[in-house]
């Protein structure tokens, strides 16, 4: 089953709002990761965030986990036109002596200018 | 330091032709990872080698995926016999073996299956 679910699938909002994306999964995870895809692309690393961890930012990013519902939000605050892309959790976790990460399927956001 | 470098970029086979793509590691990183993504979905985990070992293969489908990573050279995933299903991106990360959390990842190549 999918471990990764992200909310909502998509999402569109003006330029200067915020966007907010939820990220729920099944098991226990050492971390989690928030990535950008632009379509077509590679994906960029936007934030790690560690299972003891509750709250990171980086810029206009801040991510939250929550272990005890399993769930993390990334929010991307004052959007631009340049943000408009899919953004995917992923939880790493290690099982015998592989480390791997779960991508959830995403959620696609558009920011109208 | 250049990142993980993945080519071809774009692969066009047709049904029941063979499919090659390589991924080259940051340097210094002995970890490879293959993922593969089909349209409008996640990344999902396919394989994971250390040079010249397998270590966890769990993700590859059973038949006509295999993929290498020799003592000199890139890693190599390969698909036998393509089916139009095989159309997706695949990609490919590296981490150096003492931080496998930290997975870097590569452009990677699209396969379209005609």
């Known amino acids: 089953s999918q471990q990764g679910e992200e909310d909502p699938q998509a999402l569109s909002i003006q330029e200067g709002e915020n966007a907010t994306m939820n990220c729920s999964y099944k098991?226990?995870?050492?971390?989690l990761q928030w990535y950008r895809q632009n379509s077509g692309r590679g994906l960029v690393h936007l934030i790690l965030?560690?299972?003891?961890?509750r709250e990171k930012h980086s810029g206009r990013l801040r991510v939250t986990l929550d272990t005890s519902k399993k769930s993390s939000s990334l929010l991307i605050t004052a959007s631009r036109a340049a943000d408009t892309a899919s953004y995917f959790c992923a939880t790493g976790s290690s099982t015998s002596g592989t480390y791997k990460y779960i991508f959830g399927t995403g959620t696609r956001l558009k920011v109208l200018a | 330091n250049a990142g993980v470098m993945q080519n071809p970029r774009h692969l066009v086979r047709r049904r029941g032709q063979e499919a090659r793509l390589r991924c080259s590691p940051m340097?210094?990183?002995?970890?490879v990872y293959w993922y593969r993504q089909l349209p409008e979905e996640g990344l999902k985990f396919m394989v994971y080698l250390q040079k010249e070992n397998i270590i966890d293969e769990s993700g590859m489908p059973k038949e006509r995926f295999s993929a290498e990573f020799p003592k000199e050279g890139p890693s190599i995933l390969r698909i036998q016999q393509v089916v139009r299903g095989d159309s997706a991106a695949y990609f490919c990360?590296?981490?150096?073996?003492?931080?496998?959390?930290?997975?870097?990842f590569g452009p990677g190549t699209r396969l379209l299956v005609l």
């Open positions: 340097k210094g990183h002995s970890h």
């Open positions: 990360a590296s981490s150096p073996y003492w931080d496998q959390e930290t997975q870097y």
């Open positions: 098991t226990s995870i050492n971390n």
């Open positions: 965030i560690r299972s003891n961890e």
